[in-house]
């Protein structure tokens, strides 16, 4: 049973655009949310999060948007870059005590020149 | 620091062997997490440690999977014996909290034939 979906298996943006990027979550218990990017052969690294209190929060070209009403999330980079051609993954943290991430499958992003 | 270190990189064995992943986490880092990356999958939990003491191998597939932390500085993933759907890239990854801040390693891309 997933509890964070990204339904998007893969995207494809013209540089210089705007890459959106969706998330959904099932389990209202999570109030925190991240974003993490992802090359090839290499781990995946943290990009950007937001707590459920807010409902916007920018770092640069990385905009994440959360609506608890819709248990839903978007990442936005604007405008792309080739270099932003990754998997992106969604993660969630539940407000209970230690728990670890729980991910999404991924997006992969392709960022055509 | 130089960061989650994993080894092997690759690992190809044949269906039944022994294999044994492992993982040096970042020192001073409390909490360590096995992850498995499929394409049906994604990024899936499969067991995490706090100071070194199993939390939750809830996700482990199958008795054949278990995992060790003898110490703050290494654990071992062993998979006995190996089957082709074991096929993935096995992450490890430290933090000193559940809730974010993860360092990924590399990765341990492992095949099964």
């Known amino acids: 049973d997933q509890q964070v979906k990204q339904n998007s298996p893969s995207l494809s943006v013209q540089e210089g655009r705007i890459s959106i990027l969706n998330c959904d979550y099932t389990?209202?218990?999570?109030?925190?949310f991240l974003w993490y990017k992802k090359y090839p052969a290499e781990g995946p690294t943290f990009l950007i999060s937001?707590?459920?209190?807010?409902d916007k929060n920018e770092d640069g070209r990385f905009t994440v948007f959360l609506n608890k009403s819709a248990k839903h999330l978007s990442l936005h980079i604007v405008p792309s870059q080739p270099g932003d051609s990754a998997v992106y993954f969604c993660?969630?943290?539940?407000?209970?005590?230690?728990?670890?991430?729980?991910f999404g499958k991924g997006t992969r992003l392709s960022v055509i020149a | 620091d130089a960061g989650v270190i994993q080894s092997p990189r690759h690992e190809v064995t044949e269906m039944g062997q022994e294999v044994t992943l492992r993982c040096k986490p970042i020192?001073?880092?409390?909490?360590l997490f096995w992850y498995r990356q499929t394409m049906m999958r994604g990024l899936e939990l499969l067991i995490y440690?706090?100071?070194?003491?199993?939390?939750?191998d809830s996700g482990m597939p199958e008795d054949r999977f278990s995992a060790k932390m003898p110490n703050a500085s290494f654990s071992t993933l062993k998979i006995q014996p190996s089957e082709p759907r074991d096929s993935a890239v096995y992450f490890c990854?430290?933090?000193?909290?559940?809730?974010?801040?993860?360092?990924f390693g590399s990765g341990t891309r492992l095949t099964v034939v």
């Open positions: 389990n209202s218990m999570f109030d925190y």
């Open positions: 440690f706090n100071n070194n003491v199993p939390i939750d």
């Open positions: 020192s001073g880092h409390d909490y």
């Open positions: 993660a969630a943290h539940r407000n209970s005590g230690n728990t670890p991430l729980v």
């Open positions: 990854a430290s933090s000193l909290r559940a809730r974010g801040g993860y360092t």
């Open positions: 937001i707590s459920s209190i807010k």
